[in-house]
């Protein structure tokens, strides 16, 4: 993928060159994201904000973030936005992909009980759904561990889902790294309802175990969590194993956990 190289600030390109229809100024992260339509065509364009912006990361953290998440848009998967091109800007790299309607299943723990939450109406929708949402999910990980990554900080806010369409992708894949690596930082980015022991651990190995139990506790809080388990129990075996506090008793990673997740599933 070849660049396109600007010199002037992310912002003040997008406006020059269409509409920008939606900004998305709230993460923690001090990231900065557009929805802009030009020609008839809506773009979802992410940067690394403001230079001066110091948040969870500093800009200079948040760059290398994005050129990451190029790095693992290579490995293609149906329920991954295409991203179609990079822009150099003085900010930093543009992240262009497609537009995918829908929204964030993840919600502030303050509303995460309101029925009318996408958290809550997502878990409402047919099992059949839910078992075929969980299917692409571990699939998608499985091509990615294939590929060599490793998740981090993959949580339900991964999850964007278009009730209209049924449609459901998984997006800011920005912190996955190589598999396997140490815990550099201690407490590790993430939410701590789906992270492992291991990523609380200075110097633990992090690796493909530990993403299967990232999709275990996705698992159990999509069909379970504060409510009785809607699956089967051959299905509630898997998603326990899967996020097993021991890791030599998960899976061994998300291909493991996908083929076990199919052959108990109907």
Known sequence: MHPLHIAIAPADYLRASGEVFAVFDQQDSGNLSYGVAIA?????????????????????GRVALLRNAVRVAATPHRALAPLRAVIESPHGPMLVYDWCAGELVGTPAARRG????????????????????????????????????????????????????????????????????ANDMGRMFGSTRFMAPEEFELGARIDHATTAFALGRAGLVVLGEGRAFRGSPAQLAVLETASAPERERRHAGPEALLAAWRAASP
């Open 40 to 60: 008839g065509e809506r773009w979802f364009v992410k940067t690394a904000g403001l230079p001066g912006d110091v948040r969870r990361l500093d800009h200079a």
């Open 114 to 181: 309101d029925p009318d939450s996408a958290f809550q109406r997502f878990r409402a929708l047919p099992l059949a759904t839910l078992c075929g949402a969980l299917d692409t999910i571990f699939e998608l990980h499985a091509e990615l561990a294939r590929a060599g990554w490793v998740a981090s900080d993959f949580y339900d806010g991964c999850l964007l889902h278009d009730f209209a369409t049924g449609e459901l992708r998984v997006i800011d894949l920005d912190s996955y790294r190589d598999a396997p690596f």
